[in-house]
């Protein structure tokens, strides 16, 4: 049986997930295919959704535009499809946005426990990187922070698996893993490893 993933290609760093994707699969000897998503109709095919980085109220909008939103929702309520969200997609999964969110009125999935705030590290550091610990991982991943948003509040059902600069950057729950940077844009695979190891 072949791995369908989608990846929601409405903008970002979609074409790293893709071959960061492909990669990994071939490097777990799965067969997989990835998907990218633009419109509605595909979202029902796919075992799992990658929401990539990029300007989240861009992004939700078009998605909820082209019913990706409800498509989305529809399939963690009716399957538990597994999603990974990158900076924007972690905005995108959070339930709730701190007034900065709140004030662009931009559309949520609403899945994960999480309050999320936009450019959580200032805007005068848009764009850095560090060595990262992770509870999922024995050696440091190096992350790349761009505009990075950060979780401010979980409820007890959410797993932080890393902070920095005493934000919430990487957190899981359930099928749900949503990270504050951006493990596409290094040669470095852990992250898209561990989410079809451990999801699909």
């Not at 972690?90 to 309050?115: C, N, R, S, Y």
């Not at 705030?117 to 060595?131: D, H, L, T, Y």
Request: aromatic fraction near 4%; glycine fraction near 8%; charge should be negative.
């Amino acid at each position: 049986m072949t791995t369908k993933i989608g990846v929601i290609a409405i903008q970002g760093a979609v074409e790293e997930h893709v071959v960061a994707l492909e990669k990994s699969l071939a490097e777990r000897g799965e067969r997989g295919e990835v998907l990218k998503i633009k419109q509605r109709g595909l979202v029902e095919s796919c075992d799992a959704i990658v929401i990539p980085g990029g300007e989240s109220t861009t992004i939700g909008r078009l998605m909820q535009r082209e019913h990706i939103i409800e498509e989305i929702k529809t399939a963690v309520a009716e399957r538990d499809i597994p999603i990974l969200g990158t900076c924007a997609g972690l905005v995108l999964l959070a339930k709730e946005g701190d007034e900065e969110v709140a004030k662009t009125g931009q559309p949520l999935l609403g899945l994960m426990d999480v309050t999320v705030k936009r450019n959580a590290f200032g805007r005068q550091r848009e764009s850095f990187e560090v060595s990262l610990k992770m509870s999922i991982f024995e050696e440091p991943f190096h992350a790349v922070f761009i505009r990075a948003p950060a979780i401010t509040r979980t409820c007890e059902n959410v797993e932080v698996l890393a902070t920095f600069d005493e934000h919430t950057v990487a957190a899981q729950q359930g099928n749900l893993l949503a990270l504050s940077f951006h493990p596409e844009l290094t040669d470095d695979r852990r992250i898209h490893h561990y989410f079809l190891e451990t999801f699909l």
